[in-house]
Nanobody, 115 residues
Framework: QVHLVESGGGLVQPGGSLRLSCTGYGRIFSDYAMAWHRQAPGKKREAVAHIFSAGSTKYADSVKGRFAISRDNAKNTMYLEMNSLKPEDTAVYYC?????????WGQGTQVTVSS
């Protein structure tokens, strides 16, 4: 069994920055792909960024150039550096580790961008 714990959410002003972390506990394999998703009130959950086992990344168009995803396999931890935050980035952010039939999710962390 795998348990994911997110941290780093909070309230930030427009234009500000936040760094989210997600640490996995349990049997984590280095070839897991990892991703951040978010869900705003009244909207569907959307994928924000992915990072694959070889280190390649993929971003939603809405966050390209502002967000950066990274991972530290030795620590079973994934990060999301968020810069130039906008009010429309307000959402609950979820981390996700997956490989084949294995699909694990964190409990979510709230990010609120407001003045």
């Amino acid at each position: 069994q795998v348990h994911l714990v997110e941290s780093g959410g909070g309230l930030v002003q427009p234009g500000g920055s936040l760094r989210l972390s997600c640490t996995g506990y349990g049997r984590i394999f280095s070839d897991y792909a990892m991703a951040w998703h978010r869900q705003a009130p009244g909207k569907k959950r959307e994928a924000v960024a992915h990072i694959f086992s070889a280190g390649s990344t993929k971003y939603a168009d809405s966050v390209k150039g502002r967000f950066a995803i990274s991972r530290d396999n030795a620590k079973n931890t994934m990060y999301l550096e968020m810069n130039s935050l906008k009010p429309e980035d307000t959402a609950v952010y979820y981390c996700n580790y997956y490989r084949g039939e294995y699909d694990y999710w964190g409990q979510g962390t709230q990010v609120t961008v407001s003045s």
